[in-house]
């Protein structure tokens, strides 16, 4: 139970942190950041670091994310549908 809340509640916090307001009072004038987009192969496993986030390319898809409480290390599997991970540089 406790392992399908910590995935339930680390997935929302991806999903939302993917639907970012692009209000966080970033400068124009300076360089724009970019980012770089990897597609997700259904099956394989993921290691997702600290600015990236999961993108969902279609309806319905479903991701399992798992973070290890002894190390903090989160991972992702595209289980159906399409996905990609964002980082942003």
Do not use: W
């Not at 406790?2 to 970012?20: D, N, R, S, Y």
């Not at 969902?56 to 290890?68: G, M, R």
């Amino acid at each position: 139970m406790k392992k399908i809340v910590m995935i339930l509640a680390v997935t929302t916090t991806i999903f939302f942190t993917a639907c970012g307001g692009g209000s966080g009072g970033h400068d124009s004038s300076t360089s724009p950041r970019t980012s770089t987009k990897v597609s997700m192969v259904p099956n394989q496993t993921y290691t997702i670091h600290s600015g990236q986030s999961i993108s969902k390319d279609s309806t319905p898809t479903e991701v399992i994310v798992e973070t290890d409480t002894n190390t903090g290390e989160t991972e992702a599997i595209l289980k159906s549908g399409s996905a990609s991970i964002i980082t942003k540089n």
